[in-house]
């Protein structure tokens, strides 16, 4: 029998107060090596490392919600974080402090003591999230934190998350390409069990830059456009009513030249943008390689 690696020679850093989105297609490795970073796989080589230790006697620094979380629906949402905080040895006034401070964190502190089968989507997987950080944990691993929630579900979790960022260190895979852009540091694309790139959202954004430039005026610029598409600097020129768009042959100079001779125009410019590939686009192109 032909046996599969999930996961091959995968290398990177998480740095402290870094939230990081993993992504890539179904099938690529996520679930798997987020399920070696939580301790419930065990790889076969390597080694994984928090704050200088070995993964294995770090467990308590870890919080985790899975994509599916589970939980016994006859317990309140208090029952089910106390249950919790003991399986973590928290115990006493501190667990029952800290269950109060995180149910108002998540926004459930007014469904406390309501019993988790009558909870919707959204408000059991911020119930997820309350027992994941109800220890203070170093790093907080979140697998497919919003994929199975309706629009509402979703923006308050993304909300909870982009709060988050400002107490722990935070990973979490997704298949939302929205999302990791709005939320993530950092991204690490897998594809094929391996990390196919691992930049920060900020370089990537800006390696992304295409040579195509936009300029749209308050006013017809029929007269500028005409004049200035003449010139050989340009793959191709086109006009959609008060919007000129160039295909530069040099992204740079050609596009400071267009930026001065637009200003020029007298016709008020209303926007000049480089467009950038999105992020959808660099991950179809990472893909398909």
Known sequence: MKVKKAVKEVSFSVQDGECLAL???????????????????????????????????????????????????????????????????????????????VLRQVGLAEEGK??????????????GIAQAILHKPKLLVLDEPVSALDPIGRREVITLIEALKKETTILFSTHILQDAEEICDRIAMMRRGEIVLDKPLSEIKREASTSVFEVEFARDPESWFEAIRKSDRWIRAERIGTVCRFEAKNRREDGEWLFIEAGKAGLDIQRFENIRESLEQIFMKKVSE
């Not at 589970?70 to 029952?79: I, P, Q, W």
């Not at 309501?114 to 119930?127: I, Y």
């Open 23 to 101: 992504i890539g297609p179904n099938g690529a490795g996520k679930t798997t090596l987020i399920n070696m970073l939580v301790q419930i796989l065990k790889p076969d080589q390597g080694t994984i490392l928090l704050d200088g230790e070995q993964i294995s006697g770090a467990r308590e620094k870890i919080g985790f919600l899975p994509q599916y979380p589970a939980f016994y629906g006859f317990m309140t949402a208090v029952e089910t974080l106390r249950f919790m905080g003991r399986l973590s040895k928290m115990s006493g006034r501190e667990l029952e402090a800290r269950i109060d401070e």
């Open 114 to 127: 309501k019993k988790v089968s009558g909870f919707s989507g959204g408000m059991r997987q911020r119930l």
